[in-house]
């Protein structure tokens, strides 16, 4: 029976499930820091790609794991894209490097090539190709620039877990990528990451960096989950004599809710819960995720094709990309009264990247981005709007989301 008080959120648990929320329930009355739930993730992640398989509390922690084991200098450069979380730059200062921004193509939302040659100096010694959104970065062109001047590749694959292009999954067109569980990705755990790569050398590097690590607290996974019981009640009641948006407005204030990025992040600090190892309560219900990652992902396919056939003659710019995508992502200079117009209907629609290092208030000095570095990134942000297609919405929902562009359209 369909709930009429659920809102359509782009960011608020777009895969929980029931089976998600009793899980978290159960693990809640014995939450565990070490169990064979992470070696049973780690294998599933190793069959699944082929590949060496190494489990960190997020994708932060993934991302610094490779990077402190590929041998590199202080202060060494690694070259990452502009439109992008400042998860990304933290942790690459996190781990003594210095992160420097490349433009983006604005017809992919991916880094762009001729801007990555223009910006690579001396000190550059790896570039991060990020698959934003889902959609496969240019890897082959990239791949040529990163031989041409010997930098390590890593795949940012935050957005893209179990997304193939030209028939193999991304992540294994590098020397290692990793992977976000994070609240609103592909799959996810609360908080959670995976490193994979092919190289032998550089697992037995990354696993001996996890051996050092500790496990995150016992309040800090039991902050985990929480979540996605509370997420849950606080979508499906949102509508409810705003019953939800009080209890959503109520539980960040009393700070019940666990947070994606805290304030600390966005001035270039670290919280102490990076880097650590993934703790099995969360890699049990990242496995029960996993098992339902290729259903998901077959649903957010089919919601992209129905919003490239529906929006086709809506004056946005619509992405034609058929993939598995995270969110999808339109452009328009509207995006800001779209987005208040949608609300009236019970749907909240999101921003991703609203400015070339996410989110809002995130200081650019503090992680190394400079006013005007990269136009073109700065100009997609303005205009960026994102429609859901988490796997948890039915296809009814995603036609309302079409209906009400369509009323926006027709009114204005
Ligand atoms: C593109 C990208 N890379 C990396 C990360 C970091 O992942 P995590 O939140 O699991 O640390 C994020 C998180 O939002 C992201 O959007």
Request: aromatic content about 12%.
């Amino acid at each position: 029976m369909k709930n009429p008080f659920k809102i359509i959120a782009c960011d608020l648990g777009p895969n929980i499930f029931w089976e998600d929320v009793l899980l978290s329930i159960k693990l809640l009355f014995n939450p565990k820091k070490n169990g064979i739930e992470i070696k049973n993730l780690e294998e599933k992640f190793s069959q699944k790609f082929g590949t060496e398989a190494i489990s960190f509390n997020s994708g932060r922690t993934s991302l610094m794991a490779i990077l402190k084991s590929l041998g590199l200098q202080n202060d060494d450069e690694i070259a990452i894209q502009a439109y992008t979380c400042v998860a990304v730059p933290d942790a690459i200062l996190w781990s003594g490097y210095k992160p420097i921004f490349i433009d983006i193509d604005e017809s992919n939302f991916n880094l762009d090539p001729r801007d990555l040659e223009k910006k690579i100096t001396k000190n550059t010694k790896a570039v991060i190709i990020q698959h934003t959104f889902g959609i496969p970065a240019p890897i082959k062109e990239i791949v040529k620039i990163a031989n041409k001047y010997k930098l390590f590749i890593i795949e940012d694959c935050a957005h893209a877990t179990g997304v193939k292009h030209d028939n193999e999954y991304l992540g294994k067109f590098s020397d290692a990528a990793f992977f976000s569980f994070g609240r609103d990705k592909m799959m996810s755990s609360v908080y959670g990451g995976m490193v994979i790569t092919q190289n032998k050398i550089l697992a037995e590097r990354i696993k001996q960096y996890q051996e050092k690590l500790e496990f995150p607290s016992k309040k800090w996974i039991i902050e985990q989950l929480f979540y996605n019981p509370l997420i849950f009640v606080i979508v499906q009641t949102y509508g409810f004599f705003n019953f939800g948006k009080i209890i959503h407005l109520l539980s960040k204030k009393l700070k019940l809710l666990s947070k994606a990025v805290i304030e600390l992040e966005k001035k270039g600090g670290k919280p102490e819960y990076f880097p650590k190892k993934m703790p099995a309560s969360l890699a049990r219900l990242a496995l029960s995720q996993f098992e339902r990652l290729d259903i998901f992902n077959v649903k957010r396919l089919n919601f992209n094709k129905y919003y490239q056939e529906e929006l086709r003659d809506l004056p946005i710019a619509n992405p034609a990309f058929n993939y598995p995508l995270l969110r999808f992502t339109i452009k328009t200079n509207e995006r800001d009264k779209i987005k208040i117009f949608a609300q009236k209907f019970g749907i909240y629609l999101d921003t991703w990247y609203d400015q070339p290092v996410a989110p809002k208030g995130t200081d650019f000095n503090a992680v190394g981005y400079k006013i005007n570095s990269c136009k073109v990134a700065e100009e997609v942000a303005k205009e960026s709007l994102n429609l859901p297609v988490n796997p948890n919405l039915s296809k009814k929902d995603i036609e309302k989301v079409v209906a009400v562009l369509n009323k926006y359209y027709a009114k204005s």
